[in-house]
């Protein structure tokens, strides 16, 4: 591993502390502050408004309002396209400054940063694009009857995101819920405050009504709580821990909101022997170690087939031995700091774990530097699948090396967990990986490919690793109520 120097930027300006309510950035209401990281350095950048349930009563209150009265409630279809399209171009006038500031508050590096940004202006653009083409149906209904159906805003909606893809996440949220009509108070993850709060003033430039988009940041238990409890709220949609999320079912129960969930997984990616070694070698690398492994999709599980196994880890280690880590704004590096010391120490739990049950470590398992939250690419060979380190979300630069021998066996190993986010087989047999595609129980599958996600592509889990899609259209089902209205002729 080699260690990338120091970026000669200097720190983003951060511009804005509060929280966006009613189009008016405020205090909060019981004045409650928390101190955000950089996690290259471990030290305090910032001292960021936590929202309690006071606010979240405002925001619901505000983003009420703004659905049912005043101009978002009037606005055209096409108008909200263009007020959509046109902070998709304010977010790409500013997305070297956006980029700078997420890898500075999350850690990711400069490089990953500009591309999310490219994935927020493309996801902005995409469900602009569907603001007018949200569309019902007419259906030939026994009788002298006409029945047509209209697909309108689920209401109020509260949006929980993660740290892991600050703006990414909040991009896939908004998107079709504005394209859908809606109003959204949105609570980000308490490691990343900064970056939505920067987008909310690019929102309110571009000119989105009070009450349309609301932020609030805050602590889960408490903000993100609030939310999920509130009466006025119509749906939360959570992209988070799996854990959270049964907490947060429970609590929606209570007044039967609409929920839907984007989870964990334990990607299972299966190198067959017939693939172009290359490329699968690079694709594995890349599978598990982009953004520090933490990524709901990282390809955690690498099945290798036995006949290339000792190659192919051999590979593997070597390249990530020479993995640049180091300052996330230098453009040279390749891996910055993990999120927080509470990951970083979940991720060398791990590591431990890994080793007492018996599983070879290959290369890194150390902590990076002594500064920052910083941790080695790591292999763990001839891992069985019930070690805790083949069964359990990491989230952290960590693969287990699982060898097999045949499809059927692979196919069923795969499936042996209770997540099912993606899966990826390299092969160059168009029959092994059409039956993988089939079988295995994941809502994406990449074949000799692996995170490639746009947003006009559904995604989301089976099993344990959510519950509805976001993306493409799939999205727009979940942001709208189908109302079906029937009218006597004659
Ligand atoms: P992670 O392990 O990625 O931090 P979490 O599920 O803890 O996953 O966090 C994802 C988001 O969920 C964050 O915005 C966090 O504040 C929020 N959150 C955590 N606990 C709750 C809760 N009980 N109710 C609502 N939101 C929560």
């Given at each position: 591993m080699v260690q990338t120097a120091t970026a000669p930027s200097s720190a983003p300006t951060i511009r804005q502390t509060q929280l966006l309510i009613d189009n008016q950035w405020v205090d909060p209401v019981e004045g409650g502050s928390f101190e955000t990281y950089n996690p290259a350095t471990g030290e305090v950048i910032a001292t960021v408004a936590a929202a309690t349930s006071a606010d979240v009563d405002k925001a619901v209150k505000s983003a009420r309002k703004a659905l049912e009265k005043g101009p978002w409630s009037n606005m055209s279809a096409s108008e909200r396209g263009r007020l959509m399209n046109k902070l998709a171009d304010l977010v790409e006038r500013n997305a070297l400054e956006l980029a700078t500031l997420e890898s500075f508050n999350c850690g990711k590096t400069i490089s990953d940063s500009k591309g999310d940004l490219a994935g927020v202006v493309k996801t902005l653009r995409y469900y602009a694009g569907w603001a007018d083409k949200v569309e019902g149906r007419t259906i030939p209904v026994d009788g002298n009857f006409l029945s047509y159906t209209l697909r309108q805003p689920v209401g109020v909606v509260g949006q929980i995101i993660p740290w892991n893809f600050p703006l990414l996440m909040l991009a896939w949220k908004w998107g079709p819920a504005l394209a859908c009509g809606n109003t959204i108070v949105m609570k980000p993850a308490e490691q990343t405050p900064l970056t939505a709060l920067r987008v909310a003033e690019l929102a309110v430039e571009a000119g989105f009504?009070?009450?349309?988009i609301n932020i609030l940041n805050g602590f889960g238990e408490t903000a993100g709580a609030a939310l999920v409890n509130h009466?006025?709220?119509?749906k939360i949609a959570f992209t988070g821990h799996v854990d959270t999320a049964k907490i947060i079912q429970r609590q929606a129960a209570e007044t039967l909101k609409r929920t839907t969930f984007e989870l964990g997984g334990k990607s299972p990616n299966v190198i067959f022997a017939d693939a172009d070694l290359e490329q699968a070698v690079a694709g594995a690398f890349h599978a598990i170690y982009f953004h520090g492994g933490q990524c709901?999709?990282?390809?955690?599980r690498l099945f290798v087939e036995d006949r290339i196994h000792q190659e192919f880890v051999e590979r593997l280690a070597e390249k990530a031995k020479a993995r640049n880590i180091g300052?996330?704004?230098?453009?040279?590096?390749?891996q910055g700091p993990q999120v927080s010391q509470e990951q970083l120490d979940k991720i060398l739990h791990y590591v431990d774990l890994g080793k007492s049950q018996g599983?070879?470590?290959?290369t890194g398992g150390e902590r990076f530097?002594?500064?920052?939250?910083f941790i080695e690419p790591t292999i763990f060979d001839?891992?069985?699948?019930?070690m805790a380190i083949a069964k359990d979300?990491?989230?952290?630069p960590v693969v287990s090396v699982l060898p097999f021998k045949g499809v059927e066996e692979v196919i069923e190993r795969a499936n042996n967990?209770?997540?099912?986010?993606a899966a990826a087989i390299w092969t160059k047999n168009i029959d092994k990986a059409h039956l993988f595609a089939k079988s295995v129980k994941a809502g994406t599958v990449w074949v000799n490919c692996y995170?490639?996600?746009?947003?006009n592509t559904p995604f989301g889990g089976f099993k344990m690793s959510g519950q509805g899609r976001e993306n493409g259209e799939a999205a727009i089902e979940h942001y709208t109520e189908l109302k079906t209205v029937t009218v006597k002729l004659g």
């Open positions: 009504p009070a009450g349309v009466p006025d709220v119509d709901c999709t990282a390809g955690s300052d996330p704004l230098n453009p040279s590096t390749e599983a070879k470590l290959l530097g002594d500064k920052g939250y001839n891992v069985q699948d019930d979300e990491i989230f952290g967990t209770s997540y099912g986010l995170h490639i996600v746009d947003a």
